[in-house]
């Protein structure tokens, strides 16, 4: 083995360990942000008149949320090293568009004290967050980086359990992303390229 291949190697497993650290730290940061919904949601009584506690509590939630989803989910991508293609990358970008509408559009309402409502936008950047994902894990699929049901279950559990978080379901869209930190680490350790 060369000088040369020898330092490529253990650039690529130094990146590698960089993206699989920073996708389990955003997997702990979307949990938090998802415990503080999810307990909002079942705790808090939201007023449409004016903001309440549970009101700024569960929208401010979105900042950790979705800062944590959206790195999590672009670290999967780069773990898998462009393998899911044109459809995973198209998938990111999607994704993060959606993400950063709905993460403004929750801090302003933060801001202001009150819901803003920006049109549709709210809703179809939900949507999309769910077609992202859903762009991903088809070009994920053949990857093989993550079993298949985990490809299946994660757009639409994605959304229901995020922005348009539904009673209980973001406690356990929580459960699939602790379930995620645990089984990626050890899915990439036996992967093949």
Not at 47 to 52: K, L, T
Not at 150 to 165: D, H, K, Q, R
Not at 173 to 179: D, E, G, P, T, V
Request: proline share 5%; aromatic share 10%; charged share 10%.
């Amino acid at each position: 083995m060369t000088t040369t291949t020898t330092t490529t190697l253990r650039a690529e497993a130094r990146t590698e360990a960089f993206w699989l650290r920073l996708t389990l730290v955003s997997i702990a940061l979307a949990i938090l942000g998802l415990l503080i919904m999810g307990l909002s949601m079942l705790f808090g009584t939201p007023h449409d008149d004016n903001f309440r506690a549970s009101d700024y509590m569960l929208t401010s939630a979105a900042l950790p949320q979705g800062v944590g989803l959206f790195l999590a989910t672009l670290g999967f991508h780069r773990l898998q090293r462009g393998q899911d293609g044109k459809l995973g990358t198209a998938g990111i970008w999607v994704y993060g568009v959606c993400m950063v509408e709905l993460v403004i559009e929750c801090m302003a309402s933060v801001v202001a004290g009150s819901e803003l409502i920006w049109g549709p936008l709210y809703p179809l950047c939900a949507f999309g967050l769910m077609i992202g994902l859903a762009l991903l894990a088809a070009g994920s699929w053949k990857v093989g980086l993550l079993p298949k049901w985990m490809l299946g279950v994660w757009p639409p559990l994605g959304l229901i359990g995020s922005f348009f978080g539904i009673g209980p379901i973001p406690l356990v869209f929580m459960a699939f992303l602790a379930l995620l930190a645990m089984v990626l680490p050890q899915r990439l350790r036996n992967w093949t390229t």
